[in-house]
């Protein structure tokens, strides 16, 4: 594998990177649609979290100096990417597709195959004869690092930074997690290595230097011994499952019952969705990540365990639309049971598109900043943030605009 190599600043103002795993998928079509939005003046930041005035004076790159590529594992173009979710789930408007079609083309331009290792059965049959499936893991490693350096040098990059979208993997026994650098690199010459895809693009990424998002559950850099190589390289690293939805009311709630001092006796959430990551979700292996990634933080906020429920189901008639109905029973005073219900509705590639763009815009301010290792300012944006268990989120956003007044 590469070190990292110098990258000085070619251009004036400096010009970044976005790597997008999973490029042409429901998020990564949303955000390149955002992104060219915002760039042609076509929205505002509603829904960007860097566009809050408490971020206003953070030194983020402009929508113009951004190129996109990525890695993609099916045959299919950006174009028809977003042509699909307007005709199926109506997220973006006819108009808007065809101001945007210049940057979704110039994108697809930038798109690579991506990796099948240890993906699992369901995802491995959504892949096209052109993604990659017969290599070692070093191997890999190797060919992601030659798309990563051709894509820095061909568009004279300051930097890149990469961000797994991809479909969710099944879980890895944290036994068999590498605890050292010199441990991971064991692995990556063994035949059976147990690392999925998504750690491999980590290593690819942080190897190079260049900063790895992780915003699915799948495992990714959370291993201690893929955490030192970012450290060992001088870059950094976030994740891992952003929470759009039923989680971010979980955590936006669950301190408020601990704050009243009510008793949270049960808690039951039901989801459903139509889209690919739901299709995904539907094998048992891929939906077990996903759960205990949206199941833990209630013990770690309420500091006891209440009894919870988590069920997702693939409805394929909602397309990219999703709700999750919660039922929240606790103990009031003089023991009284009580019942929080409510119901959360939204479009599931428009809830996170715009987060991906605030967590490349907030980790390449790190990256300026000379931050490596886990960015745990950034915990509010995760269901299971690295580096740190603080799962309120007012208690999460507040460190984030503490790390913004110190980094402005």
């Given amino acids: 594998m590469n070190a990292p190599r110098d990258n000085p600043p070619r251009d004036n103002p400096p010009r970044y990177g976005i790597w997008?795993?999973?490029?042409?998928?429901?998020?990564?079509?949303?955000?390149?649609?955002?992104?060219?939005?915002?760039?042609?003046?076509?929205?505002t930041e509603t829904g960007l979290v860097s566009g809050?005035?408490?971020?206003?004076?953070?030194?983020?790159?402009?929508?113009?100096?951004?190129?996109?590529?990525?890695?993609?594992?099916?045959?299919?173009?950006?174009?028809?990417?977003?042509?699909?979710?307007?005709?199926?789930?109506?997220?973006?408007?006819?108009?808007?597709?065809?101001?945007?079609?210049?940057d979704l083309e110039s994108a697809d331009k930038n798109i690579r195959p991506g990796?099948?290792?240890?993906?699992?059965?369901?995802?491995?049959?959504?892949?096209?004869?052109?993604?990659?499936?017969?290599?070692?893991?070093?191997?890999?490693?190797?060919?992601?690092?030659?798309?990563?350096?051709?894509?820095?040098e061909r568009h004279r990059l300051d930097d890149v930074i990469v961000v797994n979208l991809a479909s969710t993997e099944a879980t890895l026994d944290q036994s068999l997690w590498p605890a050292t650098w010199g441990e991971t690199q064991v692995l990556l010459d063994k035949p059976d290595c147990p690392l999925p895809a998504s750690s491999l693009y980590a290593i690819a990424a942080l190897d190079l230097g260049i900063p790895y998002i992780?915003?699915?559950?799948?495992?990714?850099?959370a291993p201690a011994g893929i955490d030192e190589l970012a450290r060992k390289r001088g870059t950094c690293h976030a994740g891992c499952d952003a929470?759009?939805?039923?989680?971010?009311?979980?955590?936006?709630?669950?301190?408020?019952?601990?704050?009243?001092?009510?008793?949270?006796?049960?808690?039951?959430?039901h989801n459903i969705f139509g889209?690919?990551?739901?299709?995904?979700?539907?094998?048992?292996?891929?939906?077990?990540?996903?759960?205990?990634?949206?199941?833990?933080?209630?013990?770690?906020?309420l500091g006891y365990a209440p009894q919870t429920l988590v069920s997702i189901e693939h409805i394929r008639s909602l397309g990219d639309w999703k709700t999750a109905w919660d039922h929240v029973h606790f103990r009031g005073f003089l023991e009284t049971p009580m019942t929080l219900q409510l119901?959360?509705?939204?479009?599931?590639?428009?809830?996170?598109?715009?987060?991906?763009?605030?967590?490349?815009?907030f980790a390449l301010v790190a990256r300026g900043r000379g931050e490596t290792g886990a960015l745990t300012f950034l915990s509010s944006f995760f269901k299971s943030p690295l580096g740190t268990e603080n799962q309120a989120f007012f208690e999460q956003t507040a460190s984030l605009v503490s790390w913004a007044r110190r980094s402005s």
């Fill in 20 to 43: 997008l795993v999973g490029a042409r998928g429901g998020v990564a079509t949303s955000a390149i649609v955002g992104l060219a939005a915002l760039r042609g003046r076509l929205t």
């Fill in 52 to 102: 809050l005035p408490e971020f206003a004076k953070l030194p983020f790159v402009s929508w113009e100096r951004l190129v996109v590529g990525g890695h993609e594992i099916r045959d299919l173009t950006l174009i028809e990417a977003a042509e699909q979710l307007h005709r199926e789930s109506r997220v973006f408007s006819a108009e808007m597709l065809a101001a945007c079609q210049s």
């Fill in 115 to 152: 990796i099948l290792w240890n993906v699992g059965d369901t995802i491995r049959r959504l892949a096209s004869n052109s993604a990659s499936t017969d290599l070692s893991p070093r191997e890999s490693i190797e060919a992601l690092q030659k798309d990563l350096t051709e894509f820095r």
């Fill in 214 to 221: 992780n915003f699915t559950p799948s495992l990714g850099a």
């Fill in 243 to 269: 929470k759009t939805g039923e989680t971010l009311l979980k955590s936006v709630l669950a301190p408020m019952f601990a704050a009243r001092n009510l008793e949270i006796m049960s808690w039951v959430g």
């Fill in 275 to 301: 889209n690919l990551d739901g299709q995904v979700l539907d094998d048992p292996s891929n939906k077990a990540s996903k759960v205990l990634s949206k199941d833990h933080l209630l013990e770690q906020i």
């Fill in 343 to 361: 119901t959360w509705q939204g479009c599931d590639s428009l809830l996170a598109a715009p987060l991906v763009l605030d967590l490349v815009r």
